[in-house]
């Protein structure tokens, strides 16, 4: 989200929560997890498998309680996020070694 957006959702009482979710194993895990927190009135959330982390975008009237529950009512388990999430996970040192030796002859 850029800085001019951000302003503008906290402007309008818009608030980010990240949710660490338990319990998901594939990417039918994940939709199920977002289309019930979306199913909820002022949110709009995201689910990352890889991460297991949900993005919700809300008003400040949705409790982090209430998203919890709605993630537990899809057959999960749910809690706030206390870290910053993840823009994106950081490879591995297997995947970064594989990496350098794909691309090494390359002068990389």
Do not use: W
Not at 4 to 30: N, W
Not at 33 to 50: H, T
Not at 74 to 84: D, I, K, L, N, Q
């Amino acid at each position: 989200m850029t800085e001019a957006a951000a302003r503008s959702d906290q402007a309008s009482g818009v608030r980010r929560i990240h949710l660490d979710v338990t319990g998901m194993s594939c990417g039918a895990c994940s939709s199920r997890v977002e289309k019930k927190l979306n199913s909820i009135d002022g949110v709009r959330a995201s689910v990352d498998i890889a991460t297991k982390i949900a993005t919700v975008d809300t008003h400040d009237g949705v409790t982090v309680a209430e998203l919890c529950a709605a993630v537990e009512q899809a057959g999960y388990r749910a809690a706030e996020r206390t870290t910053a999430a993840p823009d994106r996970p950081q490879p591995s040192a297997l995947t970064r070694l594989v990496g350098r030796l794909s691309f090494g002859h390359l002068g990389g």
